[in-house]
């Protein structure tokens, strides 16, 4: 049973920076792509960031700029450094990986990891 573990979270004032960390368990780290999505209270979750098989990146609109996603794969970890904090970020983060190595398995496939989750909450 393939588990992914994210820690991490906290909570921090606005304009502050916040690292999470995600570890899996799988065999397999190399070769897949993995992401965060995060989820507010009351809201759907939305995507975050993802990294594919070859540390190609990519953003949601909301945190281009002030967010990097990063891989080491010999640590089969992924990280997310936040940087520039706002009150919208708070949520729960959610790390996820596919068995697959793009990005866009991240989305909608069945078979894919998550993990519990971490929570950032931000204070304006």
């Known amino acids: 049973q393939v588990e992914v573990v994210e820690s991490g979270g906290g909570s921090v004032r606005a304009g502050d920076s916040l690292k999470l960390s995600c570890t899996t368990s799988g065999t397999f780290f190399t070769g897949t792509a993995m992401g965060w999505f995060r989820q507010a209270p009351g809201k759907e979750r939305v995507f975050v960031a993802g990294i594919d098989d070859s540390s190609r990146t990519q953003y949601g609109e909301s945190v281009k700029g002030r967010f990097t996603i990063s891989r080491d794969d010999p640590e089969k970890t992924i990280s997310l450094q936040m940087d520039s904090l706002k009150f919208d970020d708070t949520a729960r983060y959610f790390c996820?990986?596919?068995?697959?190595?793009?990005?866009?398995?991240?989305?909608?496939?069945?078979?894919?990891?998550w993990g519990q989750g971490t929570q950032v909450t931000v204070s304006s």
């Open positions: 996820v990986q596919s068995k697959y190595g793009t990005i866009d398995r991240l989305f909608h496939q069945a078979d894919n990891v």
